[in-house]
């Protein structure tokens, strides 16, 4: 993997010698001829872009296309992701805890960041014919079973390992700076998003926002049992699943907000999210029954299923709060307003139906 930044840059500046020697550093011996982009994917903060490389000579393992993430190009969306180190953040995932998460990754070739400005190039494994996932569908029940086969993986993985409190891009570790957002700019943000969006809200959302958005940084910070590596956007979006056409059955992306936090957390930010709330609330006990036998499975023996219950009963807070700040910090979209407000309104049934204000 190159560790150098001297080379970092946009898309549209790939060519054929840089992708040569790409593929070079990471062991295959091959000389591009050609090297045509396209953008794919819906991200907020960074921008993906599909590569086809066609081959002057090449062994039978070299790709035939690879998928690069970089800064995005809308400037309000590459400001909020600077200010939260969302980039750097990334970058240091695959360079340092990929190997150990247990999760399943796209292969990453190429992890470079540029400290100062932020720029940094991403190159990883075309996960096709698996497909993105889509926040406004949703998941089938056997994706999200599988889906928390892999969460539990990811919290096992670094279960209780408080050597991440050493590292300052981790997020909620002792030594992670502060990004500068106090609880009174959340307030701020959630009183812009239910001005900006009120024809939108059901009362009973208004309701928990306000209770919420004060206590925001309390309840990242109630840590009333084992903390672990947690992914913090826990999505389809994020998500690679497989289609008719093949694929693995699913591939998590999107390492731009991990933190040392809570399991339970991503959990129900994913299914209160994900799924339907009909099915969730049928399926709600057998899904969390298969996440807890499974961190079992990975080693974990200090977490008993009451605490699971509790704690992901208000973990739906990450979910409510993170989409009215994104939608007030990123680049408008009209998909971004859908996504953000079913968001936000799968959250507060969630933390409704768990009486989780109480908590």
């Avoid at 969302?86 to 695959?94: A, G, I, S």
């Avoid at 998460?101 to 070739?109: M, N, Y």
């Avoid at 500068?180 to 024809?199: A, C, M, N």
Wanted: net charge negative; proline share 4%.
């Amino acid at each position: 993997m190159m560790s150098s930044c001297a080379d970092i840059r946009p898309y549209d500046r790939i060519d054929a010698a840089w992708m040569t020697a790409v593929l070079r550093h990471a062991g295959i011996d091959a000389t591009v001829n050609r090297v045509t982009a396209q953008p794919v994917g819906t991200g907020q903060i960074g921008d993906s872009v599909r590569f086809r490389i066609e081959y002057a000579k090449a062994p039978e393992i070299a790709p035939s296309s690879l998928v690069g993430k970089f800064p995005s190009s809308n400037p309000e969306s590459r400001a909020h992701a600077m200010r939260r180190a969302n980039y750097l953040r990334e970058v240091r995932f695959y360079q340092h805890l990929a190997s150990s998460a247990r999760i399943q990754t796209p292969r990453c070739w190429l992890a470079d960041v540029d400290e100062t400005t932020h720029d940094f190039v991403l190159l990883m494994e075309d996960l096709a014919p698996a497909e993105q996932g889509d926040q406004l569908t949703g998941v089938s029940l056997d994706q999200a079973r599988s889906v928390l086969v892999q969460a539990a993986k990811l919290h096992a993985s670094h279960w209780g390992d408080d050597s991440l409190d050493d590292l300052s891009w981790v997020s909620n570790s002792k030594a992670s700076p502060s990004d500068g957002t106090s609880e009174q700019r959340i307030v701020s943000l959630w009183e812009g998003f239910k001005s900006r969006y009120r024809s939108w809200l059901r009362p009973d959302w208004i309701v928990v926002g306000d209770q919420i958005a004060p206590n925001f940084y309390h309840l990242v910070r109630l840590h009333d049992g084992p903390r672990c590596l947690a992914h913090c956007d826990f999505r389809p979006d994020n998500m690679m699943f497989a289609s008719e056409r093949g694929g693995k059955p699913v591939t998590v992306l999107d390492w731009q907000s991990y933190a040392y936090g809570l399991g339970a957390t991503d959990v129900a930010y994913f299914l209160a999210g994900a799924l339907p709330s009909s099915t969730r609330r049928r399926a709600e006990q057998d899904l969390l029954s298969l996440y807890h036998r499974t961190l079992i499975e990975e080693g974990v023996h200090d977490y008993d299923m009451d605490l699971l219950r509790r704690q992901y009963g208000r973990g739906g807070y990450l979910l409510f709060m993170t989409a009215a700040a994104a939608a007030m910090t990123v680049g408008r979209t009209s998909r971004g307003d859908r996504m953000f407000l079913q968001m936000l309104g799968a959250a507060a049934e969630h933390l409704l139906e768990h009486d989780a204000c109480k908590l």
